[in-house]
């Protein structure tokens, strides 16, 4: 498991941070979230993949309130990628989901958005804080991962220590509101004979997205090149591998890009919210 540890906590706010130090530290699979969060809050940054193992994890987006409808309303009609886990009133930076959190400093990076285009990847968004912000907490597919490594699924993203390769598809999301934009998917390289198995396990999660979105070719999503993917790391695959697409919970990023809000706060994808929940809460029989 690495993880990144930031330099410079006084540049935080304006991404301008010293090189961090890269560590790599085989215990995080076994912290608390309390304890990844503290860390985080501290200047820890990185994938979150196996960090807190069995604790539910959650992609973020926040927007201004008279863009909250056209979220809400884009989520219910996108469920595969947009399950939602938790709303908060405006202004609100707490959640039900972790006693005591913050959500604006208890992410590893958050990225900024103003009218569609990224301006920064702070650590702490305290100073972009805003009292009418909705924040939207979303089901992670890194929630279905303990299932699929309990089924013998090999995860190469964790075995590597990488960050989760995602792709931006050719598959348009249901428009809600003034908000559009292109399906995000997650990509595993799965064995043949694991791959009844992956598909068996994330069915069975539907509020962390469920089962794939595809199987096979990426072509049939758009996908030119998986060696090159639009967010995360690229992985390492064994020849027989068969690439399956989970929908990802960065398609909302993907809408703010194409819609253009005059603004929002989201993590920055992989590196996500630790909450206490736990990932069995959200297997269905």
Same mark, same amino acid.
């Given at each position: 498991m690495s993880l990144t540890s930031t330099s410079a906590r006084t540049s935080k706010r304006t991404g301008t941070?010293?090189?961090?130090?890269?560590?790599?530290?085989?215990?995080?699979?076994?912290? /608390?979230?309390e304890t990844a969060r $503290? &860390?985080?809050?501290?200047? #820890?940054?990185g994938p979150t993949a196996g960090v807190a193992a069995g604790h539910t994890q959650v992609n973020l987006i926040s927007v201004p309130a008279d863009w909250a409808y056209d979220m809400l309303l884009f989520c219910q009609r996108n469920p595969k990628? +947009?399950?939602? *886990? @938790?709303?908060?009133?405006?202004? $609100?930076?707490?959640?039900v989901l972790a006693e005591g959190a913050d959500l604006r400093t208890d992410l590893p990076r958050y990225?900024?958005? &103003? @009218?569609?285009? *990224?301006?920064?990847?702070?650590?702490?968004?305290?100073? !972009?804080?805003?009292?009418? #912000?909705?924040s939207f907490l979303i089901g992670c597919s890194f929630t279905f991962e303990w299932a699929l490594g309990e089924a013998g699924v090999p995860? &190469?993203?964790?075995?590597?220590?990488?960050?989760?390769?995602? !792709?931006?598809?050719g598959r348009q999301c249901r428009p809600a509101g003034r908000l559009h934009g292109p399906l995000v998917v997650s990509m595993r390289p799965v064995p043949p004979g694991h791959l009844a198995a992956a598909i068996r396990e994330s069915s069975l999660l539907p509020a962390v997205?469920? /089962?794939?979105?595809? +199987?096979?070719?990426p072509a049939g999503l758009g996908i030119d090149d998986l060696g090159r993917p639009d967010f995360g790391d690229p992985v390492d695959t064994e020849p027989d591998d068969i690439p399956v697409f989970w929908a990802c919970g960065v398609t909302p990023q993907a809408a703010v890009m194409a819609s253009r809000p005059?603004? $929002?706060?989201?993590? $920055?994808?992989?590196?996500?919210? *630790?909450? @206490?929940?736990?990932?069995?809460?959200y297997r269905v029989a």
């Open positions: 941070e010293d090189r961090p130090v890269v560590l790599v530290d085989e215990h995080a699979h076994a912290w /608390s979230p $503290a &860390r985080f809050r501290d200047g #820890l940054t990628p +947009c399950p939602v *886990l @938790d709303v908060t009133d405006a202004g $609100a930076w707490t959640t990225r900024v958005w &103003r @009218d569609g285009e *990224l301006v920064d990847e702070p650590t702490d968004v305290r100073a !972009y804080w805003r009292d009418d #912000l909705v995860i &190469r993203h964790i075995e590597q220590g990488r960050n989760v390769p995602m !792709y931006v598809t997205h469920g /089962s794939p979105v595809h +199987c096979g070719d005059p603004f $929002a706060l989201t993590h $920055a994808p992989g590196q996500m919210f *630790l909450t @206490d929940a736990r990932d069995e809460q």
